[in-house]
């Protein structure tokens, strides 16, 4: 089976850098990828590390060690538009995602 | 929704009702997916689709059904057989299978049970 670990919530002020971590079992594992979810909204795809090593996209960072099942999304110059719920997804085999159950990150003032 | 559209947004089931969710994608993608989200919670899949006329039950298959058609369309029947259907249903597409990347997803549609 599948299961993915994530903290429920995170808190952080404007400016700051936070790090969302996912710990993961699973077999079949092709990659990670990660996705934000506004209230009420639909899920958009962040990023996808298929190999050990950090991905950088603005001002998103992804992060995967297979060896130690692990990944972070690292956000950096939070945004109060940043608030949102945050998921890791496992790749597994038929180009099928298994979902953790999400980090609510708020953002303050 | 970037070629992906899921309809109705809001839908009220009654008791002993069967309702069907539309999810229709332009973007020529193999691959379609239904997952349902209850408040709070992750994703989990109920279906999923690689080709035209062949689907897969996901973890959560029972109560629900599909077709596979077209592949443009994979609509989701939720039947009096699901107890609890009350939740957010989101489709979801991706490139051809074998390719890096994440999914797709339609607006979802919620439904309610009265």
């Known amino acids: 089976g599948q299961s993915l670990e994530q903290p429920s919530e995170v808190t952080a002020v404007e400016g700051a850098i936070v790090q969302i971590n996912c710990t993961y079992q699973?077999?079949?594992?092709?990659?990670l990828s990660w996705y934000q979810q506004h209230d009420g909204g639909a899920p958009t795809f962040l990023s996808y590390?298929?190999?050990?090593g950090l991905e950088e996209t603005g001002r998103f960072s992804s992060f995967l060690s297979r060896s130690d099942s692990y990944g972070y999304l690292l956000l950096q110059e939070l945004q109060m538009k940043d608030s949102a719920s945050y998921f890791c997804?496992?790749?597994?085999?038929?180009?099928?995602?298994?979902f953790g159950s999400g980090t609510k990150l708020n953002v303050k003032p | 929704d970037g070629g992906i559209t899921q309809s109705p947004k809001y839908l009220f089931r009654k008791e002993g009702q069967n309702v069907t969710l539309s999810c229709e994608q332009n973007?020529?993608?193999?691959?379609m997916y239904w997952y349902r989200q209850d408040p709070g919670q992750g994703l989990r899949l109920i279906y999923y689709?690689?080709?035209?006329?062949?689907?897969q039950k996901g973890d959560i298959a029972e109560g629900y059904s599909v077709s596979r058609e077209k592949k443009e369309s994979f609509p989701l029947t939720v039947t009096s057989a699901q107890k609890n259907p009350t939740a957010f249903y989101l489709c979801a597409i991706a490139p051809n299978f074998g390719t890096d990347y994440g999914y797709t997803f339609g607006s979802g549609t919620r439904l309610t049970v009265v």
């Open positions: 997804a496992v790749k597994a085999n038929f180009n099928k995602f298994y």
């Open positions: 590390n298929a190999l050990d």
């Open positions: 699973t077999s079949g594992f092709y990659g």
């Open positions: 689709s690689q080709i035209v006329n062949d689907f």
């Open positions: 973007l020529n993608h193999d691959a």
